[in-house]
């Protein structure tokens, strides 16, 4: 069979093996290079001699310098290549590269749940929000008893779900830092999903007060809604009190019907998790395609995770619509350099030995194909962390890269999440259909039932970028409107919340 390898850019002066055993010493590719050993896959090949300190380029850009000389051939891993140093935040480009606004898309809509703050949600769940983790077990065994003793009786609610966290208290909550977890629960708590309107228990006793989590003047704040556990009378007269309120608010999430809303009211977070070599040529770049599709429709588009966009930075501020964007962008970079600098770590520490098991040499080469998620239109707006969006189009979103916080800080805002990988992982969120892509088809057949999307096609020429980012840009459609329903959702595979919380804890 003959060696299959992928070269991304016509800079690059490496490839990755893409057939799925790997190729043995002694291989010719087509074109004459010979492998001088064995190559497992997604690993990187020399495609020419490199003297030491000579720069290894990937998707055009540098990802490292050799360490020592690498003949023709070999195996490029980890542990030839130094590190290069970051892209300076000061001597970036500030909207100099600004994209042409892509012809729009007309017309395309899903089915949805309007709320009355103008939102659209994919999903009618009944939210029980927690403002401590002290209550958290009381919650979760009152909502198994919801589910099986009251949700049977409202079919046009999907679901009842606990809103728990390990915030709340032991914290110092007056910290600057405290305003991001905070600020992260309260929009996750008026999530478009449950409405905007959770029911709310707490402690009593605890720091994040509910007149602290939500201002007092708020609809979604009346003493109707708040159970405080700490004023009743043991636990089964606790779950009760829990079971009484969940009726009611049941009864008014029954009366709401789905009804045709335009893409515009989507909020589609995209995120990676286990990536791979392969992720910057199929998936990543699929969901790209994906997201300038759902822009030209009008949608809000989120990428995330700050250390790996922390590299391509270069690459991003160019792209933003204004001036103001770009500083906005070195903003939330600089913030997050700060950040790793006081904990003694730097951005080096993101990859996981599976990224590198993946063919992923560094940081740097997994951050060049992260941005590949991000498509090529302008960057409109920047939040800062557990901001809720409320632009359209391209919007970077800043999380740090971790698969839990990442996905808790997008929930602050998005109604649908696309998640990309390489490695598998049975990620999954209660609030949001999270649709899985994957990197590779041995992925895909592997795990038949807990991916929704292969984009490995592209890397054998089966498919194009442009197939599979329509086929997700239709999934997320009929998803959104409870006509598809994603592995995760079969299977209720819901991953606890973890907000990020920079501030000390006492």
Aim: with cysteine; aromatic share 6%; glycine share 10%.
């Amino acid at each position: 069979m003959t060696p299959l390898s992928i070269r991304v850019n016509e800079r690059d002066n490496v490839a990755i093996i893409v057939s799925p055993e790997g190729v043995a010493g002694g291989v010719e590719f087509p074109g004459g290079l010979l492998a001088r050993e064995r190559i497992p896959q997604s690993h990187k090949i020399a495609l020419r001699d490199f003297e030491a300190g000579a720069p290894i380029v990937r998707y055009g850009e540098i990802i490292g310098h050799a360490i020592n000389a690498i003949p023709s051939g070999s195996w490029v891993r980890e542990d030839m290549l130094d590190l290069p140093v970051a892209p300076p935040l000061d001597r970036l480009g500030l909207a100099t590269a600004i994209p042409a606004a892509l012809p729009p898309i007309e017309g395309r809509t899903f089915d949805g749940f309007r709320n009355p703050d103008g939102s659209a949600g994919t999903r009618n769940i009944l939210g029980i929000t927690t403002t401590v983790q002290c209550v958290a077990p009381t919650v979760d065994y009152a909502v198994r008893r919801i589910k099986t003793e009251l949700l049977p009786r409202f079919p046009n609610v999907d679901d009842a779900i606990a809103v728990t966290h390990t915030y709340g208290c032991g914290v110092a909550i007056d910290a600057p830092g405290a305003a991001i977890p905070i600020r992260t629960l309260k929009h996750i708590s008026m999530h478009a999903n449950i409405g905007g309107k959770p029911l709310i228990v707490s402690l009593g006793c605890e720091k994040l007060q509910p007149q602290r989590l939500f201002s007092s003047d708020l609809p979604i704040f009346d003493g109707n809604n708040v159970i405080r556990l700490q004023d009743q009378r043991g636990f089964a007269e606790t779950v009760s009190v829990i079971l009484e309120a969940a009726e009611k608010r049941l009864a008014e999430l029954n009366r709401r019907q789905r009804q045709t809303c335009p893409a515009s009211s989507l909020v589609v977070g995209l995120q990676c998790g286990g990536s791979d070599a392969f992720s910057g040529v199929t998936c990543n770049p699929a969901v790209g395609y994906a997201a300038d599709l759902l822009v030209r429709a009008g949608a809000t588009v989120l990428f995330s995770e700050v250390t790996e966009v922390r590299d391509a930075i270069h690459l991003l501020t160019p792209r933003a619509a204004s001036e103001q964007v770009a500083r906005d962008l070195i903003r939330e970079m600089n913030w997050y350099d700060e950040y790793l600098a006081r904990g003694e770590a730097d951005r080096s520490a993101n990859t996981t030995p599976g990224n590198k098991r993946g063919g992923l040499s560094n940081i740097v080469e997994k951050a060049m194909g992260s941005v590949a998620k991000a498509g090529s239109t302008a960057i409109m707006s920047v939040a800062t962390h557990g901001e809720k969006v409320t632009n359209k189009g391209l919007v970077f979103a800043a999380t740090p890269a971790s698969d839990f916080i990442c996905g808790t800080q997008q929930l602050a805002s998005m109604n649908m999440h696309v998640f990309t990988t390489g490695e598998g992982t049975p990620y999954g969120l209660a609030l949001v259909p999270v649709i899985k892509v994957s990197s590779r088809t041995a992925l895909a057949e592997k795990w038949h039932d807990l991916i929704d999307l292969d984009a490995g096609r592209i890397a054998t020429g089966e498919a194009t970028i442009q197939q599979v980012g329509e086929e997700l840009f239709e999934f997320i459609l009929a998803a959104a409107s409870g006509k598809k329903k994603t592995w995760a959702e079969h299977w209720h595979l819901q991953n606890a919340l973890a907000p990020f919380n920079p501030g000390p804890v006492t």
